[in-house]
């Protein structure tokens, strides 16, 4: 005889996040280093090159790339379920591109000089990794509190190696930070030269680089085991 | 409806289309007095600079109002006209384009006159083709309508360190004392030239290392636009006995 035992279905309540749970918290601090965006997921280097010749301009553009970034995720998270497969990309795309006319109409509505120094660079933000990275890796699979906030930490792991590049480029290729001149006048006269390499790409790449190598060494997470 | 339906994709599709292009088109256009303003702004900071006067933002419009004269329009054979276009809001690319047609007496050509610790200047707006697109800029010129007081120029999108140099105040500042004319009146302009002019070369600047073109962009621009204002400087010259 087949017993049938009812049992009655076991209700787990889904416990709701709190905004700022230890896991939410986690968000907005392991791309700051344990998964930042440019030296371990080695996403953005292009725009990582062009404008951090200057420290202003990469901090503008660090924050744009950080309203970019969790706007759309936030977005595209609360649509996550409705979107048709097929135009999946499409979708994202469209989306990002908005919020990135968007900010850059505003930044010439109310920084004008700001947004002439970034002018090519805004357009380009779409074509950054991280905003679209971040959408398929975790915006497509995640609700969005969660994804704004993972906008937000990716967009401040950005802003930190820019800001860190870009110092070390405009104090050395320029003698400046944030446009204040730092270099005393009596260097320039016993013979010191601004640094011209330092204001080309290559620097930026060589800077990452040296970066990557500092952060692996000191992160145990990152350092990959003997085989 | 299935969310991969061919329906539902279409529907999605369709109105999120919709909602975007009426938000953006919002945006613009709510943001778009603000912005026409900070452009406003730029241009008059780009006219200071050609006389000498560097201004932040906030001030630009103030003191471009306590130093210009007049504004004024030339037609092409350099007679003022007075109509419904101010000298400030002519679209300079549209008026030199009319000389791609033909139509060169239709042309209109602003002028700047500043009055600055009691002396006059003329400036006047210059725009022409670099490498990669247009380049601009506001040459002034002391009340003789030969030796130049200042220049300022810029560009949308020339290569940085190279074209985009001639924005910089290293370049504009080799402009200041040379001349439009030379001994016997006639019209030479100042040219940019590459290698580097002679130092006691009135009439040449050096150009931008590596940024040839757009330095002979800078050349030519100048010749021909300047060349535009010579019947009114003639004009003015006869009328004072000169």
Not at chain 1, 90 to 103: F, M, P, R
Not at chain 2, 188 to 211: E, L, N, R, W, Y
Request: glycine share 8%.
């Amino acid at each position: 005889m087949a017993t049938e035992t009812s049992v009655a279905p076991v209700v787990v309540k889904k416990q709701r996040e709190a905004p700022f749970s230890v896991k939410n918290r986690k968000l907005l601090k392991d791309p700051l280093n344990d998964s930042n965006p440019i030296t371990v997921q080695v996403l953005g280097i292009c725009s990582a090159l062009a404008v951090t010749v200057q420290m202003k301009p990469s901090i503008v553009m660090a924050l744009s790339v950080m309203v970019v970034t969790a706007f759309s995720n936030l977005m595209i998270s609360a649509i996550r379920n409705i979107i048709p497969d097929r135009i999946r990309i499409i979708v994202q795309l469209v989306i990002v591109a908005s919020v990135v006319i968007l900010v850059d109409q505003v930044l010439k509505a109310f920084v004008y000089d700001v947004s002439k120094q970034l002018s090519v660079f805004v357009g380009l933000i779409i074509t950054n990794c991280i905003v679209m990275g971040r959408l398929e890796a975790y915006a497509m699979g995640n609700k969005p509190w969660p994804s704004f906030l993972d906008g937000i930490g990716n967009g401040l792991g950005y802003g930190l190696i820019l800001v860190i590049v870009s110092a070390i480029r405009e104090l050395f290729g320029s003698g400046k930070l944030m446009g204040f001149r730092v270099v005393p006048d009596f260097f320039y006269e016993k013979g010191y030269f601004n640094n011209g390499l330092a204001i080309l790409p290559p620097m930026a790449l060589i800077i990452v680089g040296i970066l990557i190598w500092i952060q692996r060494s000191k992160n145990p997470k990152l350092i990959e085991s003997e085989k | 409806m299935n969310k991969n339906s061919s329906g539902f994709t279409f529907l999605f599709a369709s109105v999120m289309v919709i909602i975007v292009a009426i938000l953006l088109s919002l945006a613009v256009i709510g943001l778009g007095p603000y912005q026409e303003q900070n452009v406003k702004i730029e241009k008059m900071q780009d006219i200071l600079s050609s006389i000498r006067i560097r201004t932040e933002s906030k001030d630009a419009e103030k003191v471009f109002n306590q130093y210009i004269q007049d504004q004024v329009v030339l037609n092409n054979k350099g007679e003022k006209v007075t109509g419904e276009i101010s000298a400030f809001d002519i679209d300079l690319k549209k008026e030199l384009d009319k000389a791609k047609t033909g139509d060169t007496d239709k042309q209109l050509f602003p002028l700047f006159v500043f009055k600055k610790d009691g002396k006059i200047y003329y400036t006047i707006p210059t725009r022409g083709k670099g490498l990669w697109g247009p380049i601009w800029g506001y040459i002034a010129l002391e009340a003789d309508m030969n030796t130049v007081y200042g220049a300022s120029f810029d560009h949308k999108g020339e290569t940085p360190g190279l074209g985009a140099e001639i924005n910089t105040e290293e370049f504009q500042k080799q402009f200041v004392g040379k001349k439009i004319l030379d001994e016997s009146g006639n019209f030479v302009s100042v040219k940019v030239i590459k290698g580097g002019a002679a130092p006691d070369d009135i009439h040449g600047v050096d150009a931008v290392s590596g940024g040839t073109i757009t330095s002979n962009g800078v050349t030519e621009m100048l010749k021909r636009t300047i060349g535009n204002y010579l019947p009114y400087f003639n004009s003015m010259k006869d009328s004072t006995g000169n």
